[in-house]
């Protein structure tokens, strides 16, 4: 970034630039989109007869010493020609340090605080400006034309843009040749008359440049007896006009900005302004009325993760949102991510088919609360939205079950052989069945196949056998100190530790990450809640010394996320399940999550694998969850919007923030948000939004504030 703005240099000729047609903008040299490759200063690729030398300059000075930071040109107005062929986009910046034919500088004196003043000679007139709209008006002139420059040296990139994004792309160079500058003292003069904020003009840049020198101008001269407007400086007052009404209007920009929105994520319900998605998965298809209820809730979008279940469960999930979209006539989109190379952790071995059923108790261990368990059968819908059971028994037996009645009493034996009783409180209809909740006062251990029987006054009569208990979910626990061994085998079969080393064991699914890690990289797991150190490595097996896990140790179970934020993994774009899962997208969602995108190159991919699958219409969500995704936003923006299909951006904020630093997150996510403000892109705030009230049904104060700046953003 550019240092402190001390003063400014305009060298220009008035009556040269109006007589010839020409507009003053200014030009920044950059380097590519690799951050290693500097360019030198192009020869002008035109000339104004007799005033090669006059340029615009920024002066800014570093600790007392000055430097060139840009350089302005003439522009030929209207006719300009295109830009020198180049790789990349121009929108990194060193300093470039310019010279007299004579070798000489012709900076001013640091004692001039901002001043017109010649460069060579052929100059017919200079102005001195004194009075604080004077300066104002120059300093944003200034800045006016360093964002037209960045526009015409960018040209032919910008013609690349498909037609829909074309006025997009080019606000968001513009927004991105104003963040080149350090303008904080400007901000500040411009804040102090209520002219003009340049935090909030992201999305119409030029156009609000524009009207602030228009009304500067205005402002000077009537009340001054100049004749000379500066405006005419840069641009004639037509072209001010052209700028302040035409496709980069402030009102033409924001209706663009919010058509963008609603192309990727439909319109918005009356009296919202934002969107509400909704991430689900197996439990969706376990229960008759959890879509209908998300969707009365306000759900617009509902997002499936690919790195879970399967083309069946994906269809069935689909089937319900659509079914319950029409039924209630409440419009709902579906979101596809697609997993993307990120590093899991491998499946553990699965543990039993038990279900522990515990009544509430006192400190002194006695019985307070029975525990409340649902009995249905294995079709029938989930409980009503009402009741709240601490324990679910699907029972294989759906003639008994329907005999049932309050009072009755159920036996069963548990799976160490105890004798338990369940009885019936309450009954209730429900989808495709009925069911009954019933208490039970003692602790019991229940298993898959346990046999149900009813008491009757003569005998005991058989109600069926429970089913479908899910299994155990296998962890393992570790604490600071302990060692953790990474496999590379396909599945890890034990939860021992291992014989050689004495670690606990887990797999890695994802290959590649032991050629490309080494001792002494950090290392995270499950979204960062547990911290370890690489000790070893070789191609079968990564060593880690656990360094940060909760005060009495940390879970850590199947398919949780690993992250190894300095190392130099070559990740693969799409992967081959991502191509394979890409085939589902295309053909069933309305928008395709795209994980872990890092380069140009992981669009151009995803470019051409829609291009075969013919869906130039399928919405687009690049996820940013590594640091050189953030680094890289405005080149992914730009190059996206090089294909015609509605386009959005989601701050992955879990695996962002691991890899980046919890502390950078504000900074990374604000930073996020207006680069797509500037490019008309909508924005999908993800990742633990409102946790709390999805699991306790009570929000944090800190989460109903994030959802408040999320609103307001």
Same mark, same amino acid.
């Given at each position: 970034?550019?240092?402190?703005?001390?003063?400014?240099?305009?060298?220009?000729?008035?009556?040269?630039?109006?007589?010839?047609?020409?507009?003053?903008?200014?030009?920044?040299?950059?380097?590519?989109?690799?951050?290693?490759?500097?360019?030198?200063?192009?020869?002008?690729?035109?000339?104004?007869?007799?005033?090669?030398?006059?340029?615009?300059?920024?002066?800014?000075?570093?600790?007392?010493?000055?430097?060139?930071?840009?350089?302005? !040109?003439?522009?030929?107005?209207?006719?300009?020609?295109?830009?020198?062929?180049?790789?990349?986009?121009?929108?990194?910046?060193?300093?470039?340090?310019?010279?007299?034919?004579?070798?000489?500088?012709?900076?001013?004196?640091?004692?001039?605080?901002?001043?017109?003043?010649?460069?060579?000679?052929?100059?017919?007139?200079?102005?001195?400006?004194?009075?604080?709209?004077?300066?104002?008006?120059?300093?944003?002139?200034?800045?006016?034309?360093?964002?037209?420059?960045m526009e015409q040296w960018n040209a032919s990139k910008l013609k690349m843009s498909h037609k829909n994004y074309l006025v997009s792309a080019t606000n968001l160079i513009h927004y991105l040749a104003l963040k080149s500058l350090n303008i904080e003292q400007l901000k500040e003069e411009l804040s102090s008359i209520c002219l003009l904020n340049l935090d909030t003009i992201n999305q119409h840049?030029?156009?609000?440049?524009?009207?602030?020198?228009? *009304?500067?101008?205005?402002?000077?001269?009537?009340?001054?007896?100049?004749?000379?407007?500066?405006?005419?400086?840069?641009?004639?007052?037509?072209?001010?006009?052209?700028?302040?009404?035409?496709?980069?209007?402030?009102?033409?920009?924001?209706?663009?900005?919010?058509?963008?929105?609603?192309?990727?994520?439909?319109? *918005?319900?009356?009296?919202?302004?934002?969107?509400?998605?909704?991430?689900?998965?197996?439990?969706?298809?376990?229960?008759?009325?959890?879509?209908?209820?998300?969707?009365?809730?306000?759900?617009?979008?509902?997002?499936?993760?690919?790195?879970?279940?399967?083309?069946?469960?994906?269809?069935?999930i689909i089937r319900r949102v659509k079914r319950s979209s029409q039924i209630l006539e409440k419009p709902c989109r579906i979101l596809m991510d697609l997993a993307g190379p990120k590093l899991r952790t491998g499946k553990l071995q699965a543990g039993p088919c038990v279900l522990k059923i515990s009544p509430k108790k006192n400190a002194y261990g006695k019985v307070i609360y029975p525990a *409340?368990?649902?009995?249905?059968?294995?079709?029938?819908?989930?409980?009503?939205?009402?009741?709240?059971?601490?324990?679910?028994?699907?029972?294989?037996?759906?003639?008994?079950?329907?005999? *049932?009645?309050?009072?009755?009493?159920?036996?069963? !034996?548990?799976?160490?052989?105890?004798?338990?009783?369940?009885?019936?409180?309450?009954?209730?209809?429900?989808?495709?069945?009925?069911?009954?909740?019933?208490?039970?006062?003692?602790?019991?251990?229940?298993?898959?196949?346990?046999?149900?029987?009813?008491?009757?006054?003569?005998?005991?009569?058989?109600?069926?056998?429970?089913?479908?208990?899910?299994?155990?979910?296998?962890?393992?626990?570790?604490?600071?100190?302990?060692?953790?061994?990474?496999?590379?085998?396909?599945?890890?079969?034990?939860?021992?530790?291992?014989?050689?080393?004495?670690?606990?064991?887990?797999?890695?699914?994802?290959?590649?990450?032991?050629?490309?890690?080494?001792?002494?990289?950090?290392?995270?797991?499950?979204?960062?809640?547990?911290?370890?150190?690489?000790?070893?490595?070789?191609?079968?097996?990564?060593?880690?010394?656990?360094?940060?896990?909760?005060?009495?140790?940390?879970?850590?179970?199947?398919?949780?996320?690993?992250?190894?934020?300095?190392?130099?993994?070559?990740?693969?774009?799409?992967?081959?399940?991502?191509?394979?899962?890409?085939? !589902?997208?295309?053909?069933?969602?309305?928008?395709?999550?795209?994980?872990?995108?890092?380069?140009?190159?992981?669009?151009?991919?995803?470019?051409?694998?829609?291009?075969?699958?013919?869906?130039?219409?399928?919405?687009?969500?690049?996820?940013?969850?590594?640091?050189?995704?953030?680094?890289?936003?405005?080149?992914?923006?730009?190059?996206?919007?090089?294909?015609?299909?509605?386009?959005?951006?989601?701050?992955?904020?879990?695996?962002?923030?691991?890899?980046?630093?919890?502390?950078?997150?504000?900074?990374?996510?604000?930073?996020?948000?207006?680069?797509?403000?500037?490019?008309?892109?909508?924005?999908?705030?993800?990742?633990?939004?409102?946790?709390?009230?999805?699991?306790?049904?009570?929000?944090?104060?800190?989460?109903?504030?994030?959802?408040?700046?999320?609103?307001?953003?």
């Amino acid at each position: 970034m550019l240092g402190g703005v001390a003063s400014v240099a305009i060298f220009t000729n008035q009556s040269a630039l109006s007589n010839n047609g020409f507009q003053i903008a200014s030009f920044l040299l950059v380097r590519s989109s690799n951050l290693s490759r500097k360019y030198s200063i192009p020869q002008p690729f035109f000339k104004i007869p007799g005033f090669r030398e006059h340029i615009v300059q920024f002066i800014a000075s570093n600790n007392g010493n000055l430097a060139r930071k840009n350089i302005v !040109f003439a522009i030929p107005n209207e006719k300009d020609d295109a830009e020198k062929e180049g790789s990349d986009y121009y929108i990194d910046y060193p300093v470039i340090v310019g010279q007299k034919e004579d070798g000489s500088s012709c900076a001013p004196e640091m004692g001039t605080t901002f001043s017109l003043l010649p460069c060579g000679e052929g100059i017919l007139r200079s102005y001195e400006i004194n009075g604080k709209e004077d300066g104002l008006l120059a300093k944003l002139m200034a800045v006016h034309l360093h964002v037209l420059a960045m526009e015409q040296w960018n040209a032919s990139k910008l013609k690349m843009s498909h037609k829909n994004y074309l006025v997009s792309a080019t606000n968001l160079i513009h927004y991105l040749a104003l963040k080149s500058l350090n303008i904080e003292q400007l901000k500040e003069e411009l804040s102090s008359i209520c002219l003009l904020n340049l935090d909030t003009i992201n999305q119409h840049v030029l156009a609000s440049l524009s009207a602030g020198i228009r *009304l500067l101008d205005n402002l000077k001269y009537d009340s001054s007896s100049h004749t000379i407007s500066y405006s005419e400086g840069i641009s004639s007052t037509k072209g001010l006009d052209k700028q302040m009404k035409g496709e980069f209007s402030i009102n033409t920009l924001r209706r663009r900005a919010s058509h963008t929105a609603d192309l990727l994520l439909g319109r *918005l319900p009356e009296k919202r302004n934002t969107h509400i998605m909704v991430t689900v998965g197996e439990e969706a298809i376990e229960s008759e009325t959890l879509m209908k209820d998300l969707l009365n809730a306000g759900t617009t979008i509902v997002r499936i993760n690919c790195a879970h279940g399967s083309p069946e469960i994906w269809s069935e999930i689909i089937r319900r949102v659509k079914r319950s979209s029409q039924i209630l006539e409440k419009p709902c989109r579906i979101l596809m991510d697609l997993a993307g190379p990120k590093l899991r952790t491998g499946k553990l071995q699965a543990g039993p088919c038990v279900l522990k059923i515990s009544p509430k108790k006192n400190a002194y261990g006695k019985v307070i609360y029975p525990a *409340l368990v649902w009995l249905s059968s294995p079709g029938a819908a989930s409980p009503p939205a009402h009741v709240s059971p601490d324990a679910i028994l699907h029972v294989d037996g759906e003639e008994l079950l329907s005999k *049932l009645e309050v009072d009755d009493v159920v036996t069963l !034996f548990d799976a160490r052989g105890k004798q338990r009783t369940l009885k019936i409180i309450s009954r209730y209809p429900i989808f495709s069945g009925v069911g009954y909740m019933a208490e039970c006062s003692k602790a019991a251990y229940v298993k898959s196949g346990a046999k149900l029987f009813i008491k009757d006054k003569r005998r005991k009569l058989s109600a069926g056998h429970v089913v479908n208990i899910p299994p155990l979910k296998q962890f393992i626990k570790l604490r600071v100190d302990d060692l953790l061994s990474i496999s590379r085998d396909g599945q890890n079969e034990e939860n021992n530790l291992t014989s050689s080393t004495g670690a606990h064991r887990i797999a890695c699914s994802s290959e590649y990450v032991f050629d490309s890690v080494k001792p002494g990289e950090p290392i995270a797991f499950d979204d960062g809640k547990i911290w370890g150190i690489i000790k070893a490595t070789s191609t079968l097996e990564i060593l880690v010394s656990i360094t940060h896990a909760g005060p009495r140790g940390s879970k850590l179970g199947s398919e949780k996320s690993i992250n190894i934020p300095r190392s130099n993994i070559r990740y693969e774009g799409l992967t081959s399940k991502d191509l394979i899962d890409l085939d !589902f997208v295309a053909n069933h969602a309305d928008m395709v999550g795209v994980s872990f995108v890092r380069d140009v190159r992981d669009i151009l991919l995803l470019r051409q694998e829609l291009e075969k699958r013919k869906r130039r219409d399928l919405g687009i969500s690049l996820k940013i969850e590594t640091k050189e995704g953030f680094e890289k936003l405005p080149l992914l923006l730009l190059e996206a919007m090089k294909m015609p299909n509605p386009l959005g951006i989601m701050i992955a904020r879990g695996d962002l923030a691991v890899e980046c630093g919890w502390e950078n997150m504000a900074y990374i996510q604000k930073e996020i948000i207006s680069v797509c403000t500037a490019a008309h892109v909508p924005v999908i705030w993800a990742t633990q939004v409102l946790e709390s009230l999805v699991r306790s049904g009570v929000p944090t104060r800190a989460e109903l504030t994030d959802v408040a700046e999320g609103m307001r953003e």
